[in-house]
Protein backbone atom coordinates (compact mmCIF):
# COMPACT_ATOMS: atom_id res chain seq x y z
CA UNK A 1 0.00 0.00 0.00
CA UNK A 2 1.93 2.94 -1.45
CA UNK A 3 -0.81 5.59 0.39
CA UNK A 4 -1.71 3.92 3.45
CA UNK A 5 -4.17 5.95 5.74
CA UNK A 6 -2.73 7.42 8.85
CA UNK A 7 -3.96 7.77 12.59
CA UNK A 8 -2.02 10.07 14.66
CA UNK A 9 -2.91 9.66 18.66
CA UNK A 10 -1.51 13.08 20.42
CA UNK A 11 -1.76 13.61 24.09
CA UNK A 12 -0.78 16.16 25.72
CA UNK A 13 2.27 16.90 28.72
CA UNK A 14 3.14 12.89 29.11
CA UNK A 15 6.12 12.66 30.57
CA UNK A 16 8.79 9.99 28.23
CA UNK A 17 10.55 8.93 31.10
CA UNK A 18 7.19 6.60 31.70
CA UNK A 19 7.79 5.05 28.55
CA UNK A 20 11.05 2.88 28.74
CA UNK A 21 9.76 0.35 26.12
CA UNK A 22 5.99 1.45 25.81
CA UNK A 23 4.00 2.07 28.48
CA UNK A 24 5.81 1.40 32.06
CA UNK A 25 4.80 -1.89 33.38
CA UNK A 26 3.05 -0.46 36.58
CA UNK A 27 1.11 1.41 34.29
CA UNK A 28 -2.43 0.30 33.71
CA UNK A 29 -2.61 0.95 29.78
CA UNK A 30 -3.68 -2.26 28.10
CA UNK A 31 -4.20 -0.50 25.00
CA UNK A 32 -1.36 1.13 24.63
CA UNK A 33 0.74 -1.64 25.97
CA UNK A 34 -1.09 -3.92 22.87
CA UNK A 35 -0.05 -0.84 20.48
CA UNK A 36 3.61 -0.63 21.69
CA UNK A 37 3.89 -4.42 21.39
CA UNK A 38 3.31 -4.14 17.73
CA UNK A 39 4.84 -0.50 17.33
CA UNK A 40 8.81 0.71 17.19
CA UNK A 41 9.59 2.44 19.91
CA UNK A 42 11.57 5.35 20.20
CA UNK A 43 12.68 5.23 24.15
CA UNK A 44 15.40 8.66 24.05
CA UNK A 45 12.33 10.90 22.05
CA UNK A 46 12.20 14.74 22.52
CA UNK A 47 9.97 17.59 22.49
CA UNK A 48 11.52 20.39 19.82
CA UNK A 49 10.50 22.71 22.68
CA UNK A 50 8.84 21.81 26.21
CA UNK A 51 5.79 24.31 26.12
CA UNK A 52 2.23 23.54 23.92
CA UNK A 53 2.25 25.53 21.03
CA UNK A 54 5.82 25.84 20.24
CA UNK A 55 5.94 21.75 20.44
CA UNK A 56 3.46 21.41 18.53
CA UNK A 57 3.98 24.05 15.23
CA UNK A 58 7.49 21.97 15.35
CA UNK A 59 5.92 18.71 15.57
CA UNK A 60 3.61 19.45 12.62
CA UNK A 61 6.48 21.50 10.59
CA UNK A 62 9.67 19.55 11.39
CA UNK A 63 11.23 22.74 12.35
CA UNK A 64 12.53 24.38 15.15
CA UNK A 65 11.03 27.19 16.97
CA UNK A 66 13.68 29.81 15.60
CA UNK A 67 12.68 29.20 12.10
CA UNK A 68 8.78 28.43 12.63
CA UNK A 69 8.47 31.68 15.29
CA UNK A 70 6.23 29.86 17.59
CA UNK A 71 8.40 30.74 20.77
CA UNK A 72 5.66 30.62 23.17
CA UNK A 73 2.13 29.90 23.89
CA UNK A 74 0.79 33.00 22.25
CA UNK A 75 2.72 33.19 18.94
CA UNK A 76 1.70 32.96 15.57
CA UNK A 77 1.79 29.91 13.71
CA UNK A 78 2.66 31.31 10.10
CA UNK A 79 0.00 30.28 7.51
CA UNK A 80 3.01 29.61 4.69
CA UNK A 81 4.68 27.09 6.63
CA UNK A 82 3.98 23.85 5.39
CA UNK A 83 2.64 20.76 7.95
CA UNK A 84 2.36 17.18 7.40
CA UNK A 85 -1.12 18.29 6.44
CA UNK A 86 -0.26 20.70 4.02
CA UNK A 87 2.39 17.73 2.78
CA UNK A 88 -0.37 15.24 2.65
CA UNK A 89 -3.26 16.90 1.36
CA UNK A 90 -1.45 18.11 -1.39
CA UNK A 91 -0.47 14.94 -2.27
CA UNK A 92 -4.15 13.56 -2.35
CA UNK A 93 -4.74 12.97 1.13
CA UNK A 94 -8.00 14.13 3.02
CA UNK A 95 -6.87 15.31 6.52
CA UNK A 96 -8.93 16.04 9.67
CA UNK A 97 -8.08 17.03 13.04
CA UNK A 98 -10.14 15.91 16.44
CA UNK A 99 -8.70 18.24 19.27
CA UNK A 100 -6.22 20.07 20.53
CA UNK A 101 -3.19 21.72 18.28
CA UNK A 102 -2.83 25.08 20.53
CA UNK A 103 -2.80 27.10 16.99
CA UNK A 104 -2.44 30.91 17.68
CA UNK A 105 -3.58 33.01 14.91
CA UNK A 106 -6.08 33.43 12.10
CA UNK A 107 -5.30 30.44 10.50
CA UNK A 108 -6.84 27.96 12.50
CA UNK A 109 -6.21 24.64 9.94
CA UNK A 110 -2.69 24.65 8.92
CA UNK A 111 -3.45 22.00 6.08
CA UNK A 112 -6.02 20.16 7.78
CA UNK A 113 -9.06 19.81 5.47
CA UNK A 114 -11.64 19.76 8.31
CA UNK A 115 -11.77 20.26 12.01
CA UNK A 116 -14.07 18.14 14.42
CA UNK A 117 -13.68 19.85 17.66
CA UNK A 118 -13.18 23.65 18.65
CA UNK A 119 -9.21 24.09 20.59
CA UNK A 120 -8.95 24.05 24.47
CA UNK A 121 -6.81 26.98 24.99
CA UNK A 122 -7.04 30.81 23.20
CA UNK A 123 -5.51 31.13 19.24
CA UNK A 124 -4.74 34.73 20.11
CA UNK A 125 -1.83 36.84 21.57
CA UNK A 126 -3.05 37.06 25.08
CA UNK A 127 -0.46 35.02 26.59
CA UNK A 128 2.42 36.41 25.51
CA UNK A 129 5.46 36.64 27.31
CA UNK A 130 8.03 39.99 27.76
CA UNK A 131 11.42 39.70 28.02
CA UNK A 132 11.63 43.31 28.75
CA UNK A 133 10.23 42.73 31.91
CA UNK A 134 12.28 39.79 33.99
CA UNK A 135 10.72 38.51 37.46
CA UNK A 136 7.13 39.82 36.13
CA UNK A 137 4.00 36.94 37.05
CA UNK A 138 1.27 37.10 34.56
CA UNK A 139 -1.19 35.52 37.40
CA UNK A 140 -4.50 35.01 35.31
CA UNK A 141 -2.81 32.69 32.87
CA UNK A 142 0.99 31.24 34.09
CA UNK A 143 0.44 28.20 35.60
CA UNK A 144 1.02 28.05 39.47
CA UNK A 145 0.78 25.37 41.67
CA UNK A 146 -2.77 25.29 42.42
CA UNK A 147 -2.59 22.45 40.33
CA UNK A 148 -1.03 20.57 42.76
CA UNK A 149 -2.54 21.16 46.16
CA UNK A 150 -5.85 21.11 44.16
CA UNK A 151 -5.10 17.07 42.97
CA UNK A 152 -8.05 14.17 43.40
CA UNK A 153 -11.04 13.09 42.14
CA UNK A 154 -13.75 14.40 39.95
CA UNK A 155 -16.40 13.24 37.80
CA UNK A 156 -15.77 15.89 34.86
CA UNK A 157 -13.83 18.77 34.78
CA UNK A 158 -13.36 21.46 31.75
CA UNK A 159 -10.72 19.22 30.38
CA UNK A 160 -12.49 15.96 30.89
CA UNK A 161 -15.47 17.32 28.66
CA UNK A 162 -12.74 18.50 26.15
CA UNK A 163 -11.15 15.13 25.34
CA UNK A 164 -14.27 13.39 25.96
CA UNK A 165 -15.75 15.05 23.18
CA UNK A 166 -12.32 14.76 21.24
CA UNK A 167 -12.83 10.81 21.64
CA UNK A 168 -16.31 10.84 20.58
CA UNK A 169 -15.84 12.36 17.34
CA UNK A 170 -12.36 10.77 16.30
CA UNK A 171 -14.53 7.57 16.84
CA UNK A 172 -17.56 9.17 14.62
CA UNK A 173 -15.46 10.04 11.75
CA UNK A 174 -13.69 6.44 11.94
CA UNK A 175 -17.17 4.86 11.27
CA UNK A 176 -17.38 7.67 8.91
CA UNK A 177 -14.70 6.89 6.58
CA UNK A 178 -15.47 3.58 6.02
CA UNK A 179 -18.66 4.22 4.54
CA UNK A 180 -16.11 4.67 1.36
CA UNK A 181 -17.75 8.17 0.45
CA UNK A 182 -14.46 9.36 -0.24
CA UNK A 183 -11.84 7.56 -2.83
CA UNK A 184 -9.08 9.34 -0.99
CA UNK A 185 -6.73 7.94 1.62
CA UNK A 186 -6.96 9.94 4.90
CA UNK A 187 -4.94 10.74 8.09
CA UNK A 188 -6.46 11.72 11.29
CA UNK A 189 -5.17 13.35 14.07
CA UNK A 190 -6.58 13.19 17.34
CA UNK A 191 -5.07 15.48 19.86
CA UNK A 192 -6.05 14.76 23.42
CA UNK A 193 -5.53 17.72 26.27
CA UNK A 194 -4.91 14.84 29.59
CA UNK A 195 -2.94 14.04 31.15
CA UNK A 196 -2.06 17.80 31.53
CA UNK A 197 -2.51 19.06 34.94
CA UNK A 198 -4.97 19.88 36.57
CA UNK A 199 -4.13 16.87 38.46
CA UNK A 200 -7.87 15.52 38.88
CA UNK A 201 -9.23 12.42 37.59
CA UNK A 202 -12.87 9.93 37.44
CA UNK A 203 -12.83 7.75 40.75
CA UNK A 204 -13.07 4.67 37.96
CA UNK A 205 -9.09 5.45 37.16
CA UNK A 206 -8.02 7.35 40.83
CA UNK A 207 -9.03 3.75 42.43
CA UNK A 208 -6.62 1.69 40.01
CA UNK A 209 -3.74 3.18 41.40
CA UNK A 210 -4.27 3.12 45.10
CA UNK A 211 -1.70 1.19 45.78
CA UNK A 212 0.96 2.21 43.40
CA UNK A 213 4.51 2.40 44.34
CA UNK A 214 5.73 5.40 42.29
CA UNK A 215 3.39 8.10 44.25
CA UNK A 216 6.61 10.63 45.26
CA UNK A 217 8.92 11.00 42.98
CA UNK A 218 12.73 9.43 42.50
CA UNK A 219 14.42 12.81 43.30
CA UNK A 220 12.70 14.49 46.30
CA UNK A 221 11.88 18.26 46.46
CA UNK A 222 15.62 20.27 46.47
CA UNK A 223 15.63 23.73 48.53
CA UNK A 224 15.67 26.16 46.36
CA UNK A 225 19.10 27.87 46.36
CA UNK A 226 20.19 24.48 45.18
CA UNK A 227 18.56 24.74 41.76
CA UNK A 228 19.75 26.00 38.51
CA UNK A 229 19.52 29.49 37.47
CA UNK A 230 16.38 28.46 35.30
CA UNK A 231 14.79 26.13 37.28
CA UNK A 232 14.45 28.83 40.18
CA UNK A 233 13.36 31.35 37.61
CA UNK A 234 10.36 28.06 37.09
CA UNK A 235 9.70 28.21 40.85
CA UNK A 236 9.36 31.61 40.31
CA UNK A 237 6.96 32.11 37.15
CA UNK A 238 4.81 28.88 39.28
CA UNK A 239 4.45 31.37 42.32
CA UNK A 240 6.17 28.55 44.63
CA UNK A 241 6.11 31.18 47.73
CA UNK A 242 2.46 31.12 48.21
CA UNK A 243 1.88 27.47 48.18
CA UNK A 244 2.76 25.04 51.00
CA UNK A 245 3.04 21.79 49.15
CA UNK A 246 2.72 18.59 51.37
CA UNK A 247 3.61 14.87 51.00
CA UNK A 248 0.23 14.06 50.66
CA UNK A 249 -0.39 16.71 47.73
CA UNK A 250 2.63 15.19 45.89
CA UNK A 251 0.86 11.52 46.03
CA UNK A 252 -2.34 13.24 45.06
CA UNK A 253 -1.27 14.48 41.92
CA UNK A 254 0.83 11.88 40.91
CA UNK A 255 -1.77 9.71 41.40
CA UNK A 256 -4.27 12.12 39.21
CA UNK A 257 -1.66 12.27 36.38
CA UNK A 258 -1.49 8.21 36.32
CA UNK A 259 -4.97 7.75 36.85
CA UNK A 260 -5.42 10.33 33.10
CA UNK A 261 -3.15 8.31 31.51
CA UNK A 262 -5.62 5.27 31.97
CA UNK A 263 -8.54 7.59 31.03
CA UNK A 264 -6.56 8.42 27.90
CA UNK A 265 -5.85 4.39 27.57
CA UNK A 266 -9.49 3.55 27.54
CA UNK A 267 -10.22 6.73 24.78
CA UNK A 268 -7.54 5.27 22.62
CA UNK A 269 -8.63 1.71 23.01
CA UNK A 270 -12.44 3.05 21.82
CA UNK A 271 -10.88 4.54 18.73
CA UNK A 272 -8.26 1.74 17.99
CA UNK A 273 -11.66 -0.62 18.55
CA UNK A 274 -13.31 1.21 15.54
CA UNK A 275 -10.61 1.24 13.70
CA UNK A 276 -10.80 -2.93 13.79
CA UNK A 277 -14.18 -3.28 13.73
CA UNK A 278 -14.42 -0.92 10.43
CA UNK A 279 -11.81 -3.29 8.48
CA UNK A 280 -9.61 -0.16 8.10
CA UNK A 281 -6.02 -0.53 8.12
CA UNK A 282 -3.65 2.11 9.06
CA UNK A 283 -0.24 3.14 9.97
CA UNK A 284 -0.74 4.98 13.57
CA UNK A 285 1.77 6.93 15.43
CA UNK A 286 1.63 7.91 19.53
CA UNK A 287 3.25 10.88 20.62
CA UNK A 288 3.23 13.71 23.12
CA UNK A 289 3.81 17.39 22.77
CA UNK A 290 6.04 17.60 25.66
CA UNK A 291 6.40 16.18 29.30
CA UNK A 292 5.91 16.79 33.02
CA UNK A 293 8.41 16.80 35.80
CA UNK A 294 5.46 15.61 38.17
CA UNK A 295 7.21 16.61 41.30
CA UNK A 296 10.92 15.26 40.71
CA UNK A 297 13.68 17.90 42.44
CA UNK A 298 10.56 19.85 43.08
CA UNK A 299 9.72 21.00 39.48
CA UNK A 300 5.90 20.62 38.24
CA UNK A 301 4.65 20.85 34.30
CA UNK A 302 7.52 21.11 31.65
CA UNK A 303 9.31 24.58 30.39
CA UNK A 304 12.61 23.24 31.57
CA UNK A 305 15.14 20.27 29.58
CA UNK A 306 15.20 17.85 32.28
CA UNK A 307 13.95 14.45 30.89
CA UNK A 308 10.65 14.67 32.74
CA UNK A 309 10.25 17.49 30.75
CA UNK A 310 11.61 17.14 27.47
CA UNK A 311 11.32 13.30 26.61
CA UNK A 312 8.46 12.18 25.50
CA UNK A 313 6.98 9.06 23.87
CA UNK A 314 6.97 7.93 20.36
CA UNK A 315 5.45 4.97 18.49
CA UNK A 316 4.79 3.91 15.54
CA UNK A 317 2.68 0.44 13.88
CA UNK A 318 3.01 0.38 10.32
CA UNK A 319 2.93 -2.52 7.48
CA UNK A 320 6.33 -3.91 6.75
CA UNK A 321 8.01 -2.43 9.67
CA UNK A 322 9.13 -5.10 12.84
CA UNK A 323 8.33 -4.13 16.27
CA UNK A 324 11.55 -2.97 17.72
CA UNK A 325 13.18 -0.72 20.54
CA UNK A 326 15.27 2.17 19.21
CA UNK A 327 17.79 3.85 21.43
CA UNK A 328 19.18 6.78 19.38
CA UNK A 329 17.73 9.98 20.17
CA UNK A 330 15.56 11.45 17.78
CA UNK A 331 12.39 14.02 18.02
CA UNK A 332 8.98 14.36 17.23
CA UNK A 333 10.28 17.36 14.40
CA UNK A 334 11.21 13.81 12.80
CA UNK A 335 7.75 13.42 12.61
CA UNK A 336 6.66 15.16 9.77
CA UNK A 337 9.53 13.75 7.06
CA UNK A 338 8.40 10.11 8.49
CA UNK A 339 4.68 10.66 7.39
CA UNK A 340 5.81 11.96 4.26
CA UNK A 341 8.65 8.97 3.55
CA UNK A 342 5.50 6.70 4.23
CA UNK A 343 3.43 8.04 1.88
CA UNK A 344 5.79 7.91 -0.43
CA UNK A 345 5.24 12.01 -0.65
CA UNK A 346 8.80 14.25 -2.15
CA UNK A 347 9.97 17.06 0.58
CA UNK A 348 12.23 17.84 -2.04
CA UNK A 349 10.97 21.46 -2.63
CA UNK A 350 11.20 22.28 1.16
CA UNK A 351 14.37 19.64 1.79
CA UNK A 352 16.86 22.58 2.39
CA UNK A 353 15.08 23.70 5.05
CA UNK A 354 13.20 21.27 6.82
CA UNK A 355 15.33 20.18 10.27
CA UNK A 356 13.73 16.73 11.01
CA UNK A 357 14.59 13.54 9.65
CA UNK A 358 12.77 10.47 8.18
CA UNK A 359 12.38 7.90 10.98
CA UNK A 360 12.02 4.74 8.77
CA UNK A 361 16.17 3.78 8.56
CA UNK A 362 16.19 3.92 12.32
CA UNK A 363 12.77 2.01 12.30
CA UNK A 364 14.16 -0.95 9.76
CA UNK A 365 17.40 -1.30 12.55
CA UNK A 366 19.33 2.04 11.37
CA UNK A 367 21.32 4.18 13.31
CA UNK A 368 21.31 7.69 13.81
CA UNK A 369 24.38 10.31 15.00
CA UNK A 370 22.82 13.63 13.67
CA UNK A 371 22.85 15.88 17.37
CA UNK A 372 18.61 15.83 18.66
CA UNK A 373 18.08 20.03 19.27
CA UNK A 374 15.59 21.50 21.80
CA UNK A 375 14.69 24.94 22.18
CA UNK A 376 13.00 27.03 25.11
CA UNK A 377 12.28 31.02 24.58
CA UNK A 378 8.60 31.45 26.59
CA UNK A 379 7.27 32.15 30.44
CA UNK A 380 10.58 31.67 33.34
CA UNK A 381 13.18 32.56 30.38
CA UNK A 382 14.36 36.11 30.24
CA UNK A 383 16.70 34.75 27.01
CA UNK A 384 16.04 31.73 24.56
CA UNK A 385 17.78 28.62 25.83
CA UNK A 386 19.20 25.85 23.59
CA UNK A 387 20.05 21.76 24.05
CA UNK A 388 21.88 19.34 22.22
CA UNK A 389 21.12 15.76 22.75
CA UNK A 390 23.88 13.24 21.45
CA UNK A 391 25.07 9.62 22.13
CA UNK A 392 24.55 9.43 26.26
CA UNK A 393 25.17 13.39 26.77
CA UNK A 394 22.98 16.66 26.95
CA UNK A 395 24.09 20.07 26.47
CA UNK A 396 22.46 23.35 27.74
CA UNK A 397 23.19 26.92 27.09
CA UNK A 398 21.87 30.05 27.50
CA UNK A 399 23.50 33.32 27.44
CA UNK A 400 22.32 34.32 31.16
CA UNK A 401 23.48 31.06 32.52
CA UNK A 402 26.47 28.93 32.62
CA UNK A 403 26.58 25.75 30.57
CA UNK A 404 25.18 22.11 31.69
CA UNK A 405 26.68 19.02 30.66
CA UNK A 406 25.12 15.89 31.93
CA UNK A 407 25.78 11.92 30.78
CA UNK A 408 22.93 10.40 30.99
CA UNK A 409 23.97 7.13 31.01
CA UNK A 410 25.34 7.28 34.19
CA UNK A 411 23.55 10.28 35.51
CA UNK A 412 19.86 9.56 34.28
CA UNK A 413 18.04 12.13 36.78
CA UNK A 414 21.03 14.37 35.78
CA UNK A 415 22.44 15.68 39.13
CA UNK A 416 26.08 16.20 38.25
CA UNK A 417 26.88 19.10 36.09
CA UNK A 418 29.95 17.86 34.21
CA UNK A 419 30.50 21.13 32.02
CA UNK A 420 33.52 22.07 34.40
CA UNK A 421 34.96 18.52 34.81
CA UNK A 422 38.53 18.57 33.04
CA UNK A 423 37.94 15.06 31.94
CA UNK A 424 34.90 15.76 29.93
CA UNK A 425 37.04 19.05 28.53
CA UNK A 426 36.31 17.23 24.83
CA UNK A 427 32.95 16.27 25.23
CA UNK A 428 32.50 20.09 26.36
CA UNK A 429 34.04 21.58 23.65
CA UNK A 430 32.72 19.63 20.73
CA UNK A 431 29.38 20.63 22.51
CA UNK A 432 29.98 24.13 22.41
CA UNK A 433 30.95 23.87 19.09
CA UNK A 434 28.00 22.39 17.60
CA UNK A 435 25.81 24.64 19.88
CA UNK A 436 27.48 28.24 18.08
CA UNK A 437 27.63 26.72 14.26
CA UNK A 438 23.65 25.55 14.73
CA UNK A 439 22.33 29.01 17.16
CA UNK A 440 23.14 33.03 16.75
CA UNK A 441 21.96 33.47 20.65
CA UNK A 442 21.76 36.75 20.38
CA UNK A 443 19.79 36.92 16.83
CA UNK A 444 17.72 34.56 18.81
CA UNK A 445 17.21 36.74 21.57
CA UNK A 446 16.16 40.09 19.21
CA UNK A 447 13.73 37.53 17.23
CA UNK A 448 12.03 36.45 20.57
CA UNK A 449 12.16 40.16 21.75
CA UNK A 450 10.39 41.71 18.49
CA UNK A 451 7.52 39.58 18.41
CA UNK A 452 6.74 39.62 21.76
CA UNK A 453 6.69 44.03 21.85
CA UNK A 454 4.74 43.48 17.72
CA UNK A 455 2.23 41.44 19.33
CA UNK A 456 1.93 43.11 22.93
CA UNK A 457 0.70 46.20 20.50
CA UNK A 458 -1.66 44.05 18.27
CA UNK A 459 -3.08 42.56 21.26
CA UNK A 460 -4.01 45.19 23.20
CA UNK A 461 -5.37 46.97 20.16
CA UNK A 462 -7.54 44.49 18.44
CA UNK A 463 -9.13 44.08 22.76
CA UNK A 464 -10.46 48.13 22.06
CA UNK A 465 -13.32 48.00 20.56
CA UNK A 466 -15.39 44.92 18.51
CA UNK A 467 -13.36 42.16 19.31
CA UNK A 468 -14.01 39.23 16.29
CA UNK A 469 -12.03 36.05 17.67
CA UNK A 470 -10.09 33.99 16.04
CA UNK A 471 -10.98 30.57 18.18
CA UNK A 472 -12.29 27.68 15.73
CA UNK A 473 -15.78 26.92 15.37
CA UNK A 474 -16.86 23.42 13.78
CA UNK A 475 -19.11 23.75 10.87
CA UNK A 476 -21.74 21.26 11.47
CA UNK A 477 -24.34 20.86 8.31
CA UNK A 478 -27.59 20.04 9.83
CA UNK A 479 -29.36 20.18 6.52
CA UNK A 480 -26.60 17.67 5.21
CA UNK A 481 -26.90 15.25 7.99
CA UNK A 482 -29.39 11.89 8.65
CA UNK A 483 -32.40 12.21 6.56
CA UNK A 484 -33.61 15.40 4.54
CA UNK A 485 -35.66 15.82 1.72
CA UNK A 486 -33.24 16.65 -1.23
CA UNK A 487 -32.35 13.09 -0.21
CA UNK A 488 -33.37 9.49 -1.58
CA UNK A 489 -34.01 7.50 1.52
CA UNK A 490 -33.32 4.25 -0.19
CA UNK A 491 -29.73 5.73 -1.59
CA UNK A 492 -28.83 7.34 1.88
CA UNK A 493 -29.77 4.03 3.84
CA UNK A 494 -27.75 1.96 1.93
CA UNK A 495 -24.45 4.66 1.42
CA UNK A 496 -24.36 4.97 5.17
CA UNK A 497 -24.31 1.30 6.00
CA UNK A 498 -21.03 -0.26 6.67
CA UNK A 499 -20.76 -3.46 5.38
CA UNK A 500 -22.83 -2.34 2.78
CA UNK A 501 -26.23 -4.56 3.29
CA UNK A 502 -27.44 -6.78 0.05
Request: charged content about 25%.
Amino acid sequence: MTTPNILILMVDQLNGTLFPDGPAKWLHAPNLKKLAARSVRFQNCYTASPLCAPGRASFMSGQLPSVTGVYDNAAEFPSSLPTYAHHLRRAGYQTALSGKMHFVGPDQLHGFEERLTTDIYPPDFGWTPDYRKPGERIDWWYHNMGSVTGAGVAEITNQMEYDDEVAYEAVRKIYDLSRGHDPRPWCLTVSFTHPHDPYVARKKYWDLYEDCDHLLPEIPAMDYNAHDAHSKRIFDANDWRNFDITEDDIKRSRRAYFANISYLDDKIGEILETLETTRQEAVILFVSDHGDMLGERGLWFKMSFYEGSSRVPLMMSASGIEPRLVTDPVSNIDVCPTLCDIAGISMQDVAPWTQGETLLPLSHGGSRTTPVAIEYAAEASYAPMVSLRSGPYKFNRCALDPDQLFDLENDPHELVNLIDDPEFDDIRAEFSALSDAKWDLARFDDEVRRSQARRWIVYEALRNGEYYPWDYQPLKKASERFMRNHMDLNVLEKSQRFPRGE
